[in-house]
Structures are given as structure tokens and as C-alpha cells.
């Protein structure tokens, strides 16, 4: 059983920069973010294998890294430049899901397993 535990959220002003945290216990193939915001359906915001192979979605290209320390058993998300649009809840996700397919733009209902989430609000 994965579990999965946010933090790092936070108010950031448009410009700024945050990092998420995600401590997990368990095994993993694929693990990633997702955001939900206000009226929104959630979407996925990056991911990264066991493989190391990492993919981001076009909307935080240039601007978010994902890694990840395995002898801390933490996921990261560096977040810099960070625009208005980027407010949501930040949920860390985890799931067995192998080669390719492990991507962002993927459903969140494929990964069986995610944190409580951690709000994220970027203010002008």
C-alpha cells in the first residue's frame, strides 16, 4: 500500500517560485502531480518513472521540475515562474504504470493512489 503525503503549498505573488514535497512509503513504477483548480478537472502537471524518464505538461514546460530523492522517499516539484493560472491543489500521484504510459496526459483516475493534496495560490 502507497501512501502518499503533501506539503510544501502555500500564497506565492505571480513570478515567485514554490517546491511540493510528497513523502511516500511503498513501491512504485510511475509517480507524478496533478492539479485541480476552481471548476476545473484535474490535470496531470508532470511525471516520473522508475527509469528516471520524466514528462511535463506543455502549460509548465520551461518552468517546473519534478525529481525525486529515493533515500529520502520524497517527491519533488520545483515550481518557478509561477502565473496566476497555476492556483489549484497540487495532489501527488502514484500508481503501476510502466514505459511511456507513464505520462501527464494521463486520466488522474489511472493512478490508484494519491496524498491529501496541498493548495497552491498565486496572487498578482
Known amino acids: 500500500q502507497v501512501q502518499l503525503v503533501e506539503s510544501g503549498g502555500g500564497q506565492v505573488q505571480a513570478g515567485g517560485a514554490l517546491r511540493l514535497s510528497c513523502t511516500f512509503s511503498?513501491?512504485?513504477?510511475?509517480m507524478g502531480w496533478f492539479r485541480q483548480a476552481p471548476g476545473k478537472e484535474r490535470e496531470g502537471v508532470a511525471t516520473?518513472?522508475?527509469?528516471?524518464?520524466?514528462a511535463y505538461a506543455d502549460s509548465v514546460q520551461g518552468r517546473f521540475t519534478i525529481s525525486k530523492d529515493n533515500t529520502k522517499n520524497t517527491l519533488y516539484l520545483q515550481m518557478d515562474n509561477l502565473k496566476l493560472e497555476d492556483t489549484a491543489m497540487y495532489y501527488c500521484?502514484?500508481?503501476?504504470?510502466?514505459?511511456?504510459?507513464?505520462?501527464?496526459?494521463?486520466?488522474?483516475?489511472?493512478?490508484?493512489?494519491w496524498g491529501q493534496g496541498t493548495q497552491v495560490t498565486v496572487s498578482s
Open positions: 500521484v502514484a500508481g503501476d504504470i510502466s514505459g511511456p504510459w507513464c505520462d501527464p496526459s494521463r486520466r488522474f483516475a489511472d493512478f490508484p493512489d
Open positions: 511503498g513501491p512504485f513504477v510511475c
Open positions: 516520473t518513472d522508475r527509469y528516471h524518464r520524466i
